[in-house]
């Protein structure tokens, strides 16, 4: 069955960077694009940007380019996502999620269990 | 401000058929497609509609998508405790300032 897992909440002070991963397994790993969606506390849900695993192509939201970073690992079939000059407002659950098809789309059947990240001084 | 807007809340008594909306704009919905989600409090989001309105295996028949030009809408029937949950919609939108996929605000759906 397919499985994505992540890493462990972090703690991090402002200006900082985050990694998270993403490991997947169950199905194809090159096959599927991965995206990456945060929710602050209490907030709506947020689209950070895809990943082509296959090619390692990204596409990421406008808000946050120049500052977030996707890239995988076929060998070990993980994906990272990593956010660099963290603020306060990056404070948030971080999912990773495959789509349910072979495309782009946000058709994302698949979700990893979240990772907090905590900025705070 | 979200792209893409919805209702903060909504509600209904079991049973009952409710709609939650979400409206756009021709850089999003009204050209492309909608997807909708719920999320149950402390558990990832759960993939409810894509392609406007084409079921995940599992996804009850209650659930219903419809999209007509730059909105779309949710329909719940025959309304049950546990679909009280927050529900999101997202496209993908075109827009010059700024491409990529949007949500809306997320609506909380309660079950009187």
């Known amino acids: 069955q397919v499985q994505l897992v992540q890493s462990g909440a972090e703690v991090k002070k402002p200006g900082a960077s985050v990694k998270v991963s993403c490991k997947a397994s169950g199905y194809p790993f090159t096959s599927y694009y991965m995206h990456w969606v945060r929710q602050a506390p209490g907030q709506g849900l947020e689209w950070m940007g895809i990943i082509n695993v296959s090619g390692g192509t990204t596409t990421y939201a406008q808000k946050l380019q120049g500052r977030v970073t996707m890239t995988r690992d076929t060998s070990t079939s993980t994906v990272y996502m990593e956010l660099s000059s963290l603020r306060s407002e990056d404070t948030a659950v971080y999912y990773c999620?495959?789509?349910?098809?072979?495309?782009?789309?946000?058709?994302?059947?698949?979700w990893g269990q979240g990772t907090l990240v905590t900025v705070s001084s | 401000q979200s792209v893409l807007t919805q209702p903060p809340s909504a509600s209904g008594t079991p049973g009952q058929r409710v709609t939650i909306s979400c409206s756009g704009s021709?850089?999003?919905?009204?050209?492309?497609?909608l997807y909708w989600y719920q999320q149950l409090p402390g558990t990832a989001p759960k993939l409810l509609m894509y392609s406007n309105n084409q079921r995940p295996s599992g996804v009850p028949d209650r659930f219903s998508g419809s999209k007509s030009g730059t909105s779309a809408s949710l329909a719940i029937s025959g309304l049950r405790s546990e679909d009280e949950a927050d529900y999101y919609c997202?496209?993908?939108?075109?827009?010059?300032?700024?491409?990529?996929?949007?949500f809306g605000g997320g609506t909380k759906l309660t079950v009187l």
């Open positions: 997202a496209a993908w939108d075109g827009s010059l300032s700024g491409r990529g996929w949007v």
């Open positions: 021709s850089s999003n919905i009204g050209s492309n497609d």
């Open positions: 999620a495959r789509p349910l098809y072979g495309g782009n789309g946000l058709d994302l059947h698949y």
